[in-house]
């Protein structure tokens, strides 16, 4: 599917907040016209870039890639080509310009895209020509911890806070959280990914909300809380292992074992089941490999 002319911005600056603002220094430029050569590290500043180069930098702002040019340019047009050489997102660029937007991410409840994985080239079209600026385009999604969620109903003790952090170079989204290992049959559903992450999870609210950009670490919490007993004895020192699931916005899985453990007083989670069902009111969650990787 591809996503045609994004919005530019006509000398308006964006201020990246725990944002990955990339510079050119990570990625290779090649120019159609002047035949530069490929940059392969260093800053905007690096002595191997082309002082000529129409780019110099890119970040990304919620589903939009934003790539930054230099002043004075002629770029008419902006193309991202995939990996696979096909080009998937494109926007003019207007005169003066020097930030232009492309859409790499849509979540919507019939037409969700996601970018494809892997290295990706932003063509700058000029009258003339056109220069290349590649790009890495790959989340690193990470669960950081854990806890007992606390919210508003007594059925939400039985919920848990999942940190979740991307270590990668371009964002994505988490669409679902689903249980293997918990008491709650409902928790261990998982959402088909069609759907909005709105239908799957309590937190974020807002669907834009579950995109996690680079260098940035977010809490969700799953709609359904997997850890609901039906005795009330259950919450008397009672020790679980559990794996918790991410489901993320390019059909990726990414799980992780966890153990925890409750006490304290047990109260009714009401609207749950036609049965009394419960929550414990204390409980103590970890993660269970990511404390074995660091021993």
Excluded at 169 to 194: H, L, M
């Amino acid at each position: 599917m591809q996503r045609n002319d994004s919005s530019t911005t006509d000398g308006i600056a964006h201020t990246p907040s725990r944002r990955a603002v990339l510079s050119l220094g990570a990625a290779g430029v090649g120019s159609a016209l002047a035949g530069c050569s490929a940059i392969t590290g260093g800053s905007p500043s690096s002595p191997n870039q082309s002082k000529d180069s129409v780019f110099t930098g890119h970040s990304f702002e919620g589903k939009e890639l934003v790539v930054e040019l230099r002043d004075g340019h002629d770029v008419e047009r902006l193309n991202l080509i995939g990996p696979e050489g096909r080009e998937y997102a494109s926007a003019s660029v207007s005169t003066g310009a020097t930030q232009a937007s492309l859409q790499v991410l849509e979540i919507t409840p019939r037409d969700s895209f996601h970018y494809p994985i892997g290295k990706s080239r932003v063509v700058a079209v000029t009258s003339e020509g056109s220069e290349d600026l590649q790009i890495e385009l790959r989340p690193n999604i990470e669960i950081t911890g854990v806890s007992q969620y606390s919210g508003k109903e007594p059925r939400d003790f039985g919920n848990v806070n999942v940190s979740i952090e991307n270590r990668g170079t371009a964002p994505t989204w988490i669409y679902d959280i689903f249980y293997t290992g918990i008491p709650y049959s409902e928790a261990r559903k998982e959402g088909d990914g069609r759907g909005s992450p709105a239908l799957y999870l309590k937190e974020p609210e807002k669907p834009e909300q579950a995109i996690i950009p680079p260098e940035t670490e977010r809490e969700f919490v799953d709609s359904h809380p997997p850890y609901l007993f039906e005795e009330e004895s259950d919450c008397n020192g009672n020790q679980l292992k559990s794996t918790v699931h991410l489901k993320l916005g390019y059909q990726k899985t990414h799980s992780e074992e966890i153990e925890a453990k409750f006490s304290g007083q047990p109260v009714q989670a009401e609207g749950v089941s036609f049965d009394p069902i419960y929550a414990c009111k204390e409980g103590s969650i970890r993660l269970i490999s990511r404390e074995e990787d660091n021993e």
